[in-house]
C-alpha cells in the first residue's frame, strides 16, 4: 500500500514539481509580532468569497429572474430542503466580507503595508472592495421584495439626479425611468457575470502580489534589528493558523445564519406605498450620509454636486496615499498620513452611525 | 524510551479526534448539500406516489379523441375509442422515454422517436423496438369527470 502511494506521489512529482512547490512553502516564512493578528483578514475576506462562490451557484439552481424573481425565492426559502440556509449563508457572507475587507483595509492602512514595492496591492485590493459593494448593490435587489426594490429606487435616485451623466446613469444601469424587470435582468448579469469576470482575475493579481512581495512589516517592527524580528514558517505553521481562523469564521457564520435566518420580505409592488425605514446597505450608510449633509447645507444640485464631490476626492486621496507616503520611517509623512486614516475611520464611523440615528 | 512511545499514542489520539471533527464538518456540509440538491427529485417522487387523479371535464371527451394528462408528475393519456370505451395508459414510450401519441385515424399509438408502434386498446407493444407493453390505468367515469387510478 505505503510502495503504490510512493509510486503515485513520485509519478505526478515528476509531472508537476510538487515536492519543489512544498520546499518552496516550507521555506516562505511570516513575520510574527504583536500586530500579526491583522494577517488574518485578507484570509478571512477571501474565504467568505469562496462562500459567497460556492452559494452563490447553488441559489442560481433554482433562482429565476423576471416576473417570478420573488416567487422563486419564496420556493428557495420555503419549498426546497435547506434553501433557507443557503440563502441566509449568502446574504450573511455578503455582509460579513464587506465588513472583513474593510477590516483589512485599515490595518493594511495603519500597519503601513501600501508603500513601496505594495502599491499595487492597495490599488488591487482598493478595486476589489469596490466591486464588492458593487456585488453587495446588485444581489440585494434580486429577491425583489419590497425593502430591496425601494431601497434600489432610493440608492439609484443619487447617481442618476447628478447633472449630465445623470440620465445617462438612469437609461443604461436602471434600463428606464423605474426600477422594473429590466432593471433586475441586469443586475442579475451583472452579479453573476460580469463582476465575477472582473473580480476573480483581480482577485488572482492581489494574492500573487502577496505572495511575490511577502507580509508587511510595521513600521514599528521595521525599526528592529534584524535579529530581533520573528518569524514563523508559511507551511505548516501559518497555514494552520490560517485553517483555524477560517473554520471560526465558518463557524461564526452558520451560527448567524441559522441563529438570524434572512427575511424574505414582502412582494415588491410599485404602487403599495413604501414601508417606514428605507435605507441602504450598512456600508454605503456613510456615503449615504454625506450626501444627505450636504443636499441639506446648499440648495439644491449644487449641494448634491457638492457631496458627490466630497466623497470622489477623498476616495481618490485615499487611493493615491501610497504615492504620498511612499516610504518613511515614522518621519513627518507617515505621521500625516496615520492623522489622515484616523480621520477617514472615525468620519466613516460617525457618519454610519449619524445615518442610522436620522432614518 | 518510553517518552518517545507516549509521544506516538498521543499523536495517534490527535489524529483520531481531528479525523472524527473533519467528518462531522464534512457530513455537516454534505448532509444540507445533498438534501438541496435533490430537493426537486423527491417533490416529483412523492407527486408520483400519487394513487389517483380526477380529470374534471373530461367526461365530455369526443369519441375517438385523446387526452393528455399528468399522472403525477408522469406524462399519460386517456383515449376515449369510437366504440365508446375508455382506455387510459402511460404515455412514455418504454424503448427509450419520448412521449407517444394516439393517431386516431390508424387507432394506434405511434411513437416518433424510432417508430415503435402499440395497440391503443391495450398499449401492448406491436411493432417496431418498444420491449413492453404501456402500462395501463384503471379509468372510472363519474359524475363531472373521469377518475383514473393505479391498477
Ligand atoms: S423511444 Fe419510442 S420508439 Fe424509441
Known sequence: MKSKIDALWKWLDERLDLSQIIAFAQHKTVPQHKYSFWYYWGGISLFLFLVQALTGVLLLIYYRPGPEAFDSVRQITYEINFGWLIRSLHAWAANLMVASIFVHMFSVYFMKAYRAPREFGWWSGMLLLMISTVFGFSGYLLPMNELSYFA??????????????????????????????????????LHVVVLPALFVPILVFHLWLVQRNGMALPPSEEARPVQERKTIPFFPNFFMKDLAVWLITLNVLALLAVCFPWDLGVQADALKPAPLGIHPEWYFMSAFQILKVFGNLLPGDLGEAMGVGIFTLGIILWMLIPLYDPDSRSGERAR????????????????????YAAL | MSGTKETVTRRDFLRIILTGVGACYAAAIGYPLWRYLISPAEQAKSLAAVKEVTLKDAHTLAAGSVLMFKFGSHPAMLIHHKDGSWVALDAVCTHLGCTVQYQPDRNVIHCNCHGGEYDAQTGKNISGPPPRPLRPYVVKVIEGGVLVSRV
Open chain 1, 152 to 189: 434600489t429606487k432610493v440608492g439609484l435616485e443619487i447617481p442618476t439626479s447628478m447633472p449630465i451623466i445623470g440620465p445617462l446613469i438612469g437609461d443604461i444601469v436602471r434600463a428606464g425611468p423605474e426600477v422594473s424587470e429590466y432593471t433586475l435582468q441586469r443586475f442579475f448579469a
Open chain 1, 336 to 355: 500625516h498620513a496615520t492623522y489622515f486614516g484616523l480621520l477617514v475611520l472615525a468620519g466613516v464611523i460617525v457618519l454610519t452611525i449619524w445615518g
